[in-house]
């Protein structure tokens, strides 16, 4: 049995050609579908850019919406950046925040029925995502919202 070679390999080396033939033929199945795949990878890449390019910021746009205390504040705009990143991955985000405080009866009116009330609130960043809005709708050549 040591030196007998197998059935399928005397058949094999026989025919060299058809075994040329026959791993050429994958070889070729196989770059092509790696291509194809490669190929529609990068179209559909291409075709989220520029849908997102297009886009108003509306649109395109992701608002979250938190209670937030003083303590808790920095974690959860931490938190919110990281999240934006990587759900945007590859792509130029801007976040902006607003906040507003709880009512309060301005200062004099604590005792009054009805005092007037006042409430706090900060805007971060507006300016740079107005920018930004303007610009992307310059691109689409559509009026901007």
């Known amino acids: 049995m040591r030196g007998r070679t197998p059935l399928v390999f005397r058949r094999v080396f026989s025919e060299p050609l058809l075994l040329f033939a026959a791993f050429g033929a994958i070889l070729l199945a196989t770059t092509a579908l790696v291509g194809l795949t490669m190929y529609a990878t990068s179209v559909a890449d291409g075709g989220v850019r520029q849908t997102l390019e297009r886009a108003s910021i509306g649109t395109a746009g992701a608002v979250i919406k938190s209670p937030v205390r003083g303590d808790s504040f920095a974690r959860t705009d931490q938190a ?26 301005m200062p004099g009116q604590e005792r009054r029925q009805r005092p007037e009330l006042l409430r706090f609130g900060v805007y971060q960043g507006l300016r740079r995502c107005q920018q930004r809005s303007m610009t992307v709708c ?8």
């Open 80 to 105: 919110v950046r990281a999240q934006a990143a990587e759900t945007y991955a590859g792509l130029p985000t801007s976040v902006t925040m607003s906040a507003q405080s709880d009512s309060y009866a």
């Open 138 to 145: 310059s691109r689409s050549r559509r009026a901007w919202e």
